[in-house]
């Protein structure tokens, strides 16, 4: 017969607990893109237009100024859990999304590589190294890759801030 005496109550109390706290926590995997899936884009938490990119700009910005993004933003593709957000669809071949950010300076437009996803809710971070503008506003794509005659990208506009 077992017993549980006072000294390992406690103990004996808490495992249970302490098991289901460890399960909870365990870190969750995410789900792989694939082919004839609807994604959301997401730009810094933000799935509607316009996305804020803040920019290491500091003082007056004068027009056509470049710079560097801050640390610590990301862009991501989300399931599409409402109809709000500029969705996508990854076509009949997809299995990751390129996402570019294409921005006009005067006459001249340029489409900056971010990076690729191969699942959604993975943070892809912005890279410090970019060169984007102080100021004004582009275009996020996140295009399905390998691409498809079905395949949708998703476009957000992004507003770049240069700090005060």
Same mark, same amino acid.
């Given at each position: 017969? =077992?017993?549980?005496?006072a ?6 109390? !808490?495992a ?17 893109i694939?082919?004839? @899936?609807?994604f ?17 700009? =500091? ?6 100024e ?5 640390? $610590? ?6 399931p ?8 996508? /669809?990854? $076509?009949?071949?997809?299995d990751?999304?390129?996402?570019? #950010?294409?921005y006009? !300076? $005067? ?5 900056v590589?971010v990076? @690729? !996803?191969?699942?959604y809710?993975? &943070?892809?971070a912005?890279?410090?190294?970019? %060169? ?6 582009? %275009?996020?794509? /996140?295009?399905?890759?390998? %691409?498809?005659?079905?395949? &949708?990208a998703?476009?957000? %506009?992004?507003? /770049? #801030? $240069? @700090?005060?």
């Open positions: 017969m =077992f017993r549980i005496s000294r390992t109550a406690p103990a004996a109390l !808490l249970p607990a302490l098991v289901a706290v460890v399960a909870a926590a365990a870190p969750v995997s995410a789900t792989a694939g082919p004839n @899936q609807y959301v884009a997401d730009v810094n938490g933000h799935v509607i237009s316009p996305a804020p990119i803040e920019m290491a700009c =500091f003082g007056p910005i004068y027009p056509g470049t710079g560097h993004p801050l640390a $610590g933003q990301y862009v991501q593709v989300l599409p859990d409402t109809a709000a957000g500029s969705i996508g /669809f990854t $076509g009949s071949a997809a990751a999304i390129d996402v570019s #950010i294409i006009s !300076l $005067g006459t001249i437009t340029r489409v590589p990076g @690729q !996803l191969t699942s809710g993975t &943070k892809l912005i890279s410090t190294l970019l %060169t984007l503008p102080c100021s004004g506003s582009g %275009t996020a794509v /996140f295009d399905p890759t390998p %691409t498809s005659s079905t395949a &949708k998703a476009d957000l %506009t992004v507003d /770049f #801030i $240069g @700090q005060p």
